[in-house]
Nanobody, 126 residues
């Protein structure tokens, strides 16, 4: 029902910043919870951050808390992930995801998200 397209990835030096965008189409963006996940090379996909459709409360993995910030603009049908103080271990393909309903309180389970973007590569040089 909704299509997602990530953008904004690239190559940055450690300590730098990137802002990822996730543009949605084909559905009512404001009805969906939005999550960000990443998959480092050779590893499983892991939770990064999430912002519910209400937008007031956000959730973060411990590894990015204090460095990353998730937001959304319902008028633009876009979710964002601001990444600061990047580390080499942040290198991964980053995915945005959407769901109408979650079954975990912290929005961190990828199985709760039926809609996914294609991913955007983030590479942090050390």
């Amino acid at each position: 029902q909704v299509q997602l397209v990530e953008s904004g990835g690239g190559l940055v030096q450690a300590g730098g910043s990137l802002r990822l965008s996730c543009a949605a189409s084909g559905g009512a963006f404001s009805d969906y919870h939005m999550g960000w996940f990443r998959q480092p090379p050779g590893k499983e996909r892991e939770f990064v951050a999430a912002i519910p459709r209400g937008g007031g409360t956000t959730y973060y993995a411990d590894s990015v808390k204090g460095r990353f910030s998730v937001s959304r603009d319902n008028a633009k049908k876009t979710a964002y992930l601001q990444m600061n103080a990047l580390k080499a271990e942040d290198t991964a393909v980053y995915y945005c995801a959407a769901t109408f309903r979650v079954f975990t309180w912290n929005y961190a389970s990828p199985t709760d998200y039926p809609y996914w973007g294609q991913g955007t590569q983030v590479t942090v040089s050390s």
